[in-house]
């Protein structure tokens, strides 16, 4: 082809036909350029291909994600509903008509539970990927861009820290102390069982009662964190779709 044009330029030359050479150059030179317009348009064709599959794949492993932590809000809600009863079940350690030695039964039955705790932490491994790649831009919806940065950039473990700290609470102050005077097999200058006056203590009894505000605060956190795993879930596979 190169070769059939060079022909064509040689005998307009040698024909002293120099109007029609120039005509004839700038026509190749119009040509040329269409040509390379033609590639850089079906280069920009097929990256834009591969873009959008690569969305496609890093949206679809999100959802997958997504899903898994739907589950395990749930999760959180049924252990906090059971972490209620427990603290209710303690709380009924101050009920007057009981014995010391009741109560501190009482008070073993419940501890070892009341002692678990659930925070919430979504699934972050496609959203890493994603950002460790460098192809958030990739996600051409603004809109899920930017739900996508307010959900896994959020300090969930601080937001949730007040749950783990009032648990520890009051395990480290009071849990240890009921439970050391049962374990303990050797002579010790812990106060018998007899001798603690539980009912008294005024502050056990509104740290226990402080678990349930707690639970209350993170229930309520769970619910929002829901609402928008759920709203990111359906705008991700309205975007699929």
């Known amino acids: 082809m190169i070769k059939f044009f060079r022909n064509i330029r040689k005998n307009l030359l040698n024909e002293g036909k120099t109007g029609k050479y120039l005509k004839y150059a700038i026509g190749e030179i119009i040509l040329v350029v269409i040509g390379i317009l033609i590639a850089l348009q079906i280069n920009n064709w097929n990256k834009l291909k591969q873009d959008q599959k690569k969305e496609k794949l890093f949206l679809s492993e999100i959802v997958v994600n997504l899903k898994v932590d739907s589950l395990k809000l749930q999760e959180v809600l049924i252990f906090n509903k059971q972490k209620s009863e427990v603290t209710q079940n303690i709380m009924g350690i101050f009920d007057a008509t009981l014995t010391n030695d009741e109560r501190f039964h009482l ?135």
Request: charged content about 25%; hydrophobic content about 30%; glycine content about 4%.
């Open 107 to 241: 008070f073993i039955e419940n501890a070892g539970s009341f002692t678990k705790y659930e925070l919430f932490k979504p699934k972050e491994t496609a959203f890493k990927n994603l950002i460790s790649s460098e192809n958030l831009n990739l996600i051409s919806n603004e809109t899920i861009r930017n739900q996508l940065i307010d959900y896994y950039e959020f300090d969930y473990e601080n937001y949730q820290e007040r749950v783990w700290q009032g648990t520890r609470a009051i395990v480290d102050n009071y849990f240890s102390h009921f439970s050391i005077k049962e374990k303990t097999p050797f002579p010790n200058n812990f106060p018998s069982i007899n001798d603690m006056d539980v009912t008294k203590d005024n502050k056990f009894y509104t740290d226990l009662y402080g678990m349930f505000m707690t639970i209350d605060y993170q229930n309520n956190f769970i619910g929002e964190t829901q609402g928008k795993n759920k709203k990111l879930m359906s705008e991700i596979n309205n975007a699929l779709n």
